[in-house]
T-cell receptor, first 109, second 115 residues
Framework: SQQGEEDPQALSIQEGENATMNCSYK?????LQWYRQNSGRGLVHLIL?????REKHSGRLRVTLDTSKKSSSLLITASRAADTASYFC?????????FGSGTRLQVQP | ETGVTQTPRHLVMGMTNKKSLKCEQH?????MYWYKQSAKKPLELMFV???????ENNSVPSRFSPECPNSSHLFLHLHTLQPEDSALYLC??????????????FGPGTRLLVL
């Protein structure tokens, strides 16, 4: 069954603006991960947050996790045209990751 | 460059053909995965291998046959596929910690078209 569900499905912003994507999931998790995919290519890992963590930063990325609400958010600050891609959250179970449908981010120069 | 390579990058095959997809990881990981990504669908897990042993088969039709000869190589053998099997097939590897799934490293994928 599908675990992560991203919101919004698509997002279009101007360069320099911040982009926020949300992910909701249904069952308990060990960790939650965010990945990025450029059109038709493989996924690239961005950040992993464990179930006992609430917030994590990596460069211009900020991820939060609320296990009581079963939700996570990814914030990209000061976006660039090169950030244009699809972003996926993935919840980690015992054996594998379960991915959501993704958010397509378009950053206009 | 993630350390995971996949060949071929593109493949067109007829429904009666037999072909194989290859994945190789240079990261020293002991878990490898096959995923299918179809248009407008979430990434679907197909198979999981840990230390060359298959630990997950996500109800994949038998026309897809995985093979893992060692921890660095993973194959997906294809035969008598259907047009709906056209998709991007992604391989990934990881190093589970205390049995938990950690960061996965993906290859660039094989874009498959079944005619």
């Amino acid at each position: 069954s599908q675990q992560g569900e991203e919101d919004p499905q698509a997002l279009s912003i101007q360069e320099g603006e911040n982009a926020t994507m949300n992910c909701s999931y249904k069952t308990s998790i060990n960790n939650l991960q965010w990945y990025r995919q450029n059109s038709g290519r493989g996924l690239v890992h961005l950040i992993l947050i464990r179930s006992n963590e609430r917030e994590k930063h990596s460069g211009r990325l900020r991820v939060t996790l609320d296990t009581s609400k079963k939700s996570s958010s990814l914030l990209i600050t000061a976006s660039r045209a090169a950030d244009t891609a699809s972003y996926f959250c993935a919840t980690a179970g015992r054996r594998a990751l379960t991915f959501g449908s993704g958010t397509r981010l378009q950053v206009q120069p | 460059e993630t350390g995971v390579t996949q060949t071929p990058r593109h493949l067109v095959m007829g429904m009666t053909n037999k072909k194989s997809l290859k994945c190789e990881q240079h990261l020293g990981h002991n878990a490898m995965y096959w995923y299918k990504q179809s248009a407008k669908k979430p990434l679907e897990l197909m198979f999981v291998y840990n230390f060359k042993e298959q630990t997950e088969n996500n109800s994949v039709p038998s026309r897809f046959s995985p093979e893992c000869p060692n921890s660095s190589h993973l194959f997906l053998h294809l035969h008598t596929l259907q047009p709906e099997d056209s998709a991007l097939y992604l391989c990934a590897s990881s190093h589970p910690v205390r049995g938990q799934v950690e960061t996965q490293y993906f290859g660039p994928g094989t874009r498959l078209l079944v005619l």
